[in-house]
C-alpha cells in the first residue's frame, strides 16, 4: 500500500471508469497553481467525442467541463502563472476563496467526482481521492487514495462527517458563492451521504476526520506501537502522539525538520529516517547532468498498531500543533483499518517492499544548524503581507474608453502594508 513503486498520475485518478462520464467534480486545496488546474477540464474536455483538431469544439468542451468543477483553496494562495494563458479567464468560475475562522488555515486535499453512465442503464458512480498533494506543480512524494462506489438509496453512517465537511464549504467562502456552487455543495454531500464505498483489498473498516470543524480533533488513540510521516512537525504535537503509545517505532520527516525537533522528541522514536537522496532529485542521463529540483517528503501517514490490527490514516494533516493541537487548521484525514496479515503492519509497510527502499537513517549534524533569523522575519513579513492582501477585498472593473474605443483596468479598493 506504501510501495513507492506504484505511482499515480492525476489525470490517471480522475479518469472516468469504463462507460461513465464526468457528471459533476468538486475539490478542495490549500495552494493552487491555475496551469495546474487547467490541465483537469483540458483532460476531461479532450477525453470526449469533439474533434480534437477543432479549436472551437474543443474551447466549447473546456467551457462546459468547468460549468460542473468547483475547487475551494485557501484565500491568498493561488500562484501568479508565469506566463499568460487566453484559458485563464475560463478558471475565475470554478475557483472559490474560502478562509476558515481564527487563525487557521483551510488545508483539505480531496476531490468528490460523480460519473453517470453513457447508456443510462446503471446508477451513478462516486469517486472520492483524498489526496496530500495540492493542485500545483510540486514533485514532492505524495500518497493518494482512490475510493469508489455506487451511490444507493440508505444513508451510509460512516460517511456523515465527510458529508458535514463537504456540505459547509461554501459557507468558509470569502465571497459569496453562486446558486449552482451552493447547490452542488448540498448535492455532492448527499451523494456522499448515500455512496457505499468499495473498501481496497484487506481493509475492513473506513473512517473520516475531518479536523477544525467545531473543535474537533484526531489522534492514533491507545495503540501498541506507532509509525509517524510527516514532513512537518511540532515537539508538542508528536509528544501527544506517543503519549498513548506503548512502543513508537518510527518517525519519518525532513531533514529539516529534524534538525529543528528537540533531542527528547526523537527519542521516544526507534528510528528516525529521511528520504534517500537519490530519490529527491532525478538524474537527466541524456543530458548526462543532474536536475536541481528536489521531490521532497510531503506524504502524512500515521500507521498505528493494536493487537492483531493496524489502523492507517493519511491525508492532509501534518504532525504540527497547528493541524493536531490549535484545532484551527482545517483538514481531512481517513483511517483504513484491517488485520495485519492483511492489510499489514509497520514493518511491512515501511520495510523492503514498502517505503523502506527509498529512505536512510537520520543522522544529526555534527553541530547544529544555524537559524537565519534575518530570513525567518523575512518569510514571516511576506505571509503576513500575502494575508493583508488576501483580506483587502481588491478587485478589477473593466471600463470602457469613449475617446478611442480602448477598454481601461482599474483596481478597486486599497490595501496598508505595516512598515519595515
Known amino acids: 500500500m506504501l510501495d513507492p513503486n506504484q505511482r499515480s498520475l492525476y489525470t490517471t485518478l480522475l479518469t472516468p471508469p469504463p462507460g461513465y462520464v464526468l457528471d ?3 475539490g478542495t ?7 495546474t488546474l487547467l490541465t483537469i477540464p483540458v483532460h476531461f474536455a479532450l477525453m470526449g467525442d469533439e474533434n480534437k483538431e477543432d479549436g472551437i469544439a474543443v474551447f466549447e468542451a473546456l467551457r462546459r467541463v468547468l460549468g460542473r468543477l468547483t475547487l475551494y483553496v485557501q484565500r491568498g494562495q493561488i500562484q501568479a502563472p508565469e506566463q499568460g494563458n487566453e484559458l485563464y479567464g475560463l478558471l475565475s468560475r470554478c475557483m472559490v476563496e474560502v478562509d476558515p475562522p481564527g487563525n487557521g488555515v483551510f488545508h ?20 472520492l481521492l483524498v489526496l496530500s498533494r495540492n493542485v500545483t506543480g510540486d514533485r514532492s512524494w505524495d500518497l493518494s487514495l482512490q475510493l469508489e462506489g455506487e451511490i444507493g438509496e440508505e444513508r451510509v453512517s460512516t460517511n456523515k462527517p465527510l458529508a458535514q465537511l463537504i456540505r459547509r464549504l461554501p459557507k468558509l467562502a470569502c465571497q459569496a458563492p453562486t446558486k449552482s456552487q451552493e447547490k452542488q455543495a448540498k448535492a455532492m454531500a448527499r451523494d456522499v451521504s448515500h455512496c457505499e464505498f468499495e473498501l481496497p483489498e484487506g481493509v475492513k473498516k473506513l473512517s473520516f476526520q475531518p479536523l477544525g470543524l467545531d473543535g474537533t480533533r484526531w489522534g492514533p488513540g491507545r495503540c501498541d506501537r506507532l509509525a509517524v510521516i510527516s514532513p512537518f512537525c511540532s515537539d508538542e504535537a508528536l509528544g501527544e502522539l506517543v503519549a498513548d503509545c506503548s512502543e513508537p517505532v518510527a518517525l519519518i520527516s525532513r531533514p529539516d525538520t529534524f534538525n529543528e525537533l528537540g533531542g527528547e522528541t526523537r527519542a521516544p522514536f526507534s528510528s528516525c529516517r529521511i528520504l534517500h537522496e537519490a530519490a529527491e532529485s532525478e538524474d537527466n542521463e541524456e543530458d548526462e547532468v543532474i536536475s536541481q529540483d528536489r521531490f521532497g517528503l510531503h506524504a502524512k501517514v500515521y500507521i498505528a498498531e493494536k493487537g ?13 500543533n497547528a493541524a493536531l493541537r490549535a484545532v484551527h487548521n482545517i483538514e481531512l484525514l481517513v483511517t483504513l483499518e484491517g488485520l495485519q496479515r492483511k492489510l499489514g503492519n509497520i514493518e511491512s509497510l515501511l520495510g523492503d517492499d514498502g517505503m523502506g527502499g527509498v529512505l536512510v537513517d537520520y543522522l544529526p549534524p555534527d553541530t547544529p544548524p544555524e537559524i537565519d533569523e534575518v530570513a525567518a522575519a523575512a518569510r514571516q513579513r511576506l505571509e503576513e503581507a500575502r494575508k493583508t492582501v488576501g483580506e483587502a477585498g481588491l478587485s478589477v472593473v473593466c471600463e470602457a474608453r469613449e475617446e478611442d474605443d480602448r477598454w481601461r483596468l482599474v483596481l478597486q479598493g486599497g490595501v496598508s502594508l505595516p512598515e519595515s
Request: glycine share 4%.
Open 24 to 26: 459533476d467534480a468538486l
Open 29 to 35: 486545496t490549500y495552494s493552487l497553481d491555475p496551469s
Open 108 to 127: 483539505p486535499k480531496f476531490w468528490v467526482l460523480r460519473f453517470r453512465s453513457l447508456a443510462g442503464d446503471e446508477p451513478p458512480r462516486l469517486r
Open 308 to 320: 492483531v490490527r493496524t489502523r492507517l490514516t493519511m491525508g492532509s494533516a501534518n504532525a504540527t
